[in-house]
């Protein structure tokens, strides 16, 4: 049961980050957001909501999974969650600069060393559990796609 548990807290915690996430970007997507110029591949504004959080309950599930492993492996298990923590204040950092603030160039760098932490996490979590890093593949192609986003609109604009 205890196992059940952490990943349930860590999808509650994820779930909550991604709530207040939104809830900076909400004010700017019917005011500043249309304004911006969007390359042809920007996605319908509905497309964010249903797979962010399909996202944050992948991370959720992924960083208990880790979690359930702190008897086995203590120190690579606290080291791969201290990772994931980072990650995810940088996840919620990026709404903040890209919607909160509207700084394209800080949301452009900001989404570039989300990336790069969240292959470090990937690479962490592999041989911990490799489940928990399969469940990071998803939201490492969507912050992929988030970045060349990110990077396009700061570009154009």
């Known amino acids: 049961m205890k196992k059940y548990l952490r990943i349930s807290y860590c999808i509650i915690i994820c779930l909550t980050v ?9 004010s700017s997507i019917t ?37 359930n492993e702190i008897e086995k492996k203590p120190k690579e298990v606290k080291i791969a969650l201290q990772y ?13 600069l890209f919607f909160g603030l509207q700084n394209l160039l800080l949301a452009s760098i900001e989404v570039i060393l989300l990336l ?11 041989p911990i559990h490799s489940t ?10 969507w912050v992929s796609f988030a970045s060349l986003l990110t990077l396009s609109i700061f570009y154009l604009n």
């Open 18 to 26: 991604g709530f207040f996430s939104g809830k900076i970007t909400q």
């Open 116 to 126: 790069l932490v969240l292959i470090e996490c990937y690479k962490i979590f592999k």
């Open 31 to 67: 005011t500043w957001y249309p304004t911006l110029i969007k390359p042809i591949f920007n996605p319908p504004n509905w497309v964010f909501a249903p797979v962010w959080t399909l996202l944050y309950i992948f991370m959720g599930i992924a960083a208990g999974l880790i979690w």
């Open 132 to 141: 928990a890093a399969k469940l990071f593949i998803p939201y490492i192609a």
């Open 84 to 96: 994931f923590i980072f990650q995810l204040g940088l996840n919620a950092l990026w709404s903040y």
